[in-house]
């Protein structure tokens, strides 16, 4: 059974308590497209209540109306007392606002999922904020396997089941992948006991988003993969591949300089610095 | 000697029963409030226990004529006793009475020690091995000393020395039959069982004088729309006092575990543990002394609670384990066999729902099939748009295009399972067949809420229930009728709280309707033998034992029954979202019922519910088919001759029969 995480209780004063602020946002069902947790939003906070030794902030930054409390309850229903919310009105850049409030707090551990459900959905947040911070981004986790002194050890997703393990110094900005661990179930008790609390922050409008026409996604025809597999291991192989690049190459023991260099030269190569 | 001394005792006795009787109270009353009427409940005990008490401990002659007797004659021997003894009230005919009654008690009591000799399983044993001594000690040393007071004996009879060992063995009686009956002994089944039937926390349960009937299944409603009013059970004090109360008038006869499926089937519950573990909490203290037989697979002595302290732990052990809870596929079947009217489904899914709605610990796919009902109001996530697919060729009316229909036809959520959706076909062919004026809601329809509630989500069961209850206020019809005992339950039975009232008829009690009205007629049964499985909830919840059968009949068939049918009907494992929670046992449920259809040597199993279709037919190996009424009903559909009639008419014996 899951610990009773109602009360986070400070533990004693050797082990220092890990600040981490979870992001979530509201989700979008599917099928019905009703409100709901997102999924890898939920998966974030998931990773987080597994933190024996985190105190986690749970934070929004958006639109705050019947609709997305509802949904946003839905978090709290995990075992939060509260929610803090920044409240944001429609089409404002809310990485403006979350970037000064994680300035402010100084949190070690910020979680997110990989991309929101509904919205841009482009899962630039992260990396916005990442920029704004200055701080590590790790993308795509699994599983936050350790954190001691100043450094958590994770696990990132790859393709076919691959695990990575990587250790990054905090403060640092983590996106949670589909492999994380299945959120909790919500309970309805703690869901409605739950405060949202709002704070006043600036909101920035977003200049691109508004000379942007935003219409439906259309669901497009798949191009259907010929797999020519002889055995049955390769067609599970491929079926199980997610996308994958060509080329790359592994750098180690190289010299930041260096290998600002060979990234610099690859985003080049790429065509996304010109 | 004993005439000074026998005052002295019986009141010193009846004292003490009545400072034990005022701590239980006390126990009692750390329970929730419960309004009851006082009175009314006391004034009712006598028909209560007479008729519909007796009704369920008439079901074994044998034991039932023990109680009689031993019960009857120990009330009229107390009660006597006191005149007589306490108060010196020999003259007359009391003194002869009384020998009348303790002897009466002594003859139930050599049949309590005989059952005694060799117990069932099922029995506890424990201080209730002992029972039948102390009722002869009482039966006897009462009619002993009494012999004298009528006369029969001189008074000064024997020497000091037996009027000392004659005292001895009545202090013992009298210690068991008063003290023991307010303090905890064996005995206190008799003083909570009769405040038990006083202040029940289901009044309608029982038979009215003007002939009512006596059924109360339906789950009461968690108010909440009080913030402050608690979700469900956590802690034994969160129950209402009056089933607490029930809880201590249990008798540990163990009726309740003899039928109980999961139990049979290793899963560990066992009903009268469970009652046993709340009187335990109640009081608090450990299991260690229950001496009867254990949830399979977890050993006595391990768990211990207090009133105030939880029931189920977060971690680690507390007063009951979260997959005993879990088990429960909330048959009924223990609920419909106790003597002592003790409700353990209410409990278990009052302890459910604090699980759920409060630690969010639903287990298995429990969560993901609530989650489903939140976001797509079916438990399987499906499209609420693709609801009627199956029925893209069939053009059936909408209320939303009618308006309104004689008949609404409820599918439920079988609509998006293929097997079920053969039945619900069957079912559409019949009442075009009879010419029928219905409609269905369509995509309008939600999941009835059923599921959700046995998991103990009723925020998930309010909200569906009330959308539905609002879809369903739109149109006007006569009457629901669907396939689906479950929904048939919830809509007849549980939405009536909620502000929706409506007459709901199962699918085969609409058949034999419409067969009496002479709207059907069937080719004769080719088949082989057939066998009928009642589901828990279209018999026991709702009482239809016969309309299926008697369709059943009006096809031709011969129903051989299984031992377990009717009120006894073993259930198929899949109520109660127990399907879901799949708590591991030895066995499984459904592989048991099939057995039971083995042994009837029946090559078909007729059922009336899709869940019973599921669970039964996806039993491996089995004997027998799998088939729904509706579908044996529109496959032996012929032409209805032009001149049939009303069959109630034209055939009257038959009438008798079938209404
Ligand atoms: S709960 Fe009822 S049926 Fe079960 S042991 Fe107790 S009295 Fe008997
Ligand atoms: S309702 Fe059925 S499964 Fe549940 S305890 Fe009673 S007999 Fe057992």
Request: hydrophobic share 40%; proline share 5%.
């Amino acid at each position: 059974m899951p610990p009773d995480i109602q009360a986070p209780k400070r533990r004693a004063s050797t082990t220092p308590v890990l600040d981490v602020v979870a992001l979530v946002s509201v989700g979008r069902h599917p099928v019905t497209g009703r409100g709901r947790r997102a999924d890898l939003d939920a998966r974030g906070v998931e990773l987080a209540l597994s933190l024996p030794e985190a105190q986690t902030r749970l934070v929004h930054a958006g639109r705050y109306d019947a609709d997305s409390e509802q949904a946003l309850r839905g978090y709290l229903g995990m075992g939060f007392k509260d929610l803090t919310l920044l409240e944001q009105p429609a089409g404002s850049d809310v990485s403006v606002a979350l970037g000064e409030a994680l300035e402010d707090w100084g949190p070690q551990l910020v979680i997110a999922g990989e991309r929101a459900e509904q919205g841009e959905g482009s899962g630039m947040l992260a990396y916005l904020l990442a920029e704004r911070l200055g701080w590590p981004l790790v993308q795509g986790l699994a599983a936050i396997e350790e954190v001691s002194q100043g450094v958590a050890t994770v696990l990132q997703a790859l393709p076919r089941g691959q695990r990575r393990r990587l250790k990054v110094r905090l403060p640092a900005i983590v996106t949670v992948d589909s492999a994380a661990p299945a959120a909790r179930q919500s309970a309805f008790g703690p869901a409605r006991r739950g405060e949202c609390q709002s704070l006043t922050v600036d909101a920035c409008k977003d200049e691109a988003l508004s000379s942007w026409t935003m219409q439906p996604a259309r669901k497009r025809p798949k191009r259907l993969k010929i797999v020519k597999a002889a055995s049955a291991r390769d067609r599970f192989k491929a079926a199980a591949a997610k996308a994958e690049g060509g080329g790359g190459q592994v750098l180690s023991d190289v010299t930041p300089d260096e290998g600002a260099e060979a990234i610099y030269k690859l985003l080049k190569d790429e065509g996304v610095l010109r | 000697m004993l005439d000074t001394l026998l005052p002295i005792l019986i009141a010193g006795a009846l004292a003490l029963a009545v400072v034990g009787a005022w701590r239980r109270v006390r126990l009692w009353r750390q329970g929730r409030p419960a309004p009851v009427s006082l009175l009314k409940g006391l004034a009712a005990i006598p028909r209560r226990y007479l008729v519909d008490l007796h009704h369920v401990v008439a079901r074994d002659k044998m034991i039932s004529n023990t109680h009689v007797a031993t019960a009857g004659g120990f009330v009229a021997a107390a009660v006597l006793m006191v005149l007589v003894h306490g108060l010196g009230l020999a003259e007359g005919i009391l003194g002869w009475v009384l020998l009348a009654a303790s002897a009466t008690m002594f003859a139930g009591s050599c049949f309590v020690a005989r059952r005694r000799r060799n117990p069932p399983a099922r029995l506890s044993k424990g201080p209730w091995m002992r029972l039948p001594k102390s009722l002869m000690a009482f039966s006897l040393s009462t009619f002993a000393i009494t012999l004298p007071a009528v006369g029969l004996l001189p008074e000064d009879f024997g020497s000091w020395i037996l009027a000392l060992v004659l005292s001895a063995v009545l202090v013992w009686g009298l210690g068991e039959m008063f003290f023991g009956m307010t303090w905890g002994g064996p005995m206190k089944h008799a003083f909570a069982g009769a405040l038990h039937l006083a202040f029940h926390r289901r009044p309608d349960r029982f038979s009215t004088k003007e002939g009512g009937e006596g059924r109360s299944t339906g789950l009461k409603a968690l108010n909440l729309d009080d913030h402050e009013a608690p979700l469900g059970v956590e802690t034994p004090s969160d129950f209402t006092w009056n089933q607490l109360l029930g809880f201590d008038a249990c008798v540990q006869c163990g009726r309740c575990e003899a039928v109980c499926p999961a139990f049979a089937a290793g899963q560990p519950l066992n009903p009268k543990k469970l009652i046993q573990d709340m009187v335990v909490g109640m009081a608090g203290g450990s299991d260690a002394e229950y001496a009867g037989s254990p949830y399979p697979g977890k050993p006595v002595g391990e768990h211990e609670g207090s009133a105030d302290g939880p029931i189920v732990a977060r971690q680690g052990k507390a007063l009951v384990d979260a997959d005993t809870l879990w088990s429960c596929t909330t048959c009924r079947a223990c609920v419909e066999e106790c003597p002592m009217m003790i409700e353990h489904v209410d409990a278990i899914v009052d302890m459910r729902r604090f699980m759920t709605l409060e630690h969010g610990n639903t287990p298995n796919k429990g969560a993901e099939v609530l989650d489903n009902l939140i976001a797509t109001d079916n438990p399987g996530g499906f499209d609420p748009g693709a609801r009627m697919h199956w029925a893209a060729d069939l053009a059936l009316p909408l209320m939303a295009d009618r308006g309104e229909a004689e008949v609404l036809l409820w599918l439920g959520d079988g609509a998006y399972d293929m097997r079920n959706q053969r039945t619900l076909r069957s079912l559409v062919k019949v009442l075009r067949a009879a010419d029928v004026d219905f409609a269905v809601l369509g995509d309008e329809e939600r999941d009835s809420g059923d599921v959700a509630r046995r998991l103990g989500d009723e925020a998930t069961f309010q909200s569906l229930a009330k959308r539905n209850i609002a879809t369903l206020s739109k149109y006007r019809f006569k009457r629901i009728v669907t396939c689906d005992p479950h929904s048939f339950h919830v809509l007849g039975n549980e939405y009536g709280e909620l502000g929706g009232e409506y007459e709901v008829r199962h699918h085969s009690t609409f058949i034999a309707e419409l067969y009496d009205a002479g709207k059907l007629a069937f080719a004769p049964w080719k088949g082989g033998r057939v066998t009928y499985h009642d589901p828990c909830y279209l018999g026991r919840y709702n009482g239809e034992f016969e309309a299926p059968r008697n369709v059943l009949k009006a096809l031709g068939i011969e129903v051989a029954e299984m031992e377990r049918s009717g009120f006894r009907s073993r259930c198929c494992g899949g109520g109660g979202g127990a399907a879901i929670t799949d708590v591991p046992g030895k066995q499984r449920i459904p592989d048991m019922r099939m057995g039971d259809v083995g042994e009837t040597g029946a090559d078909m199993v007729a059922v009336g519910c899709p869940q019973c279709t599921a669970m039964l037919e996806g039993v491996v190996d089995s004997t027998a088919e799998v088939r729904d009424i509706a579908e044996l009903v529109a496959n032996a559909l012929v032409e209805a001759p032009a001149s049939a009639g009303d069959r109630s008419q034209a055939q009257g014996p038959q009438a008798v029969e079938v209404s």
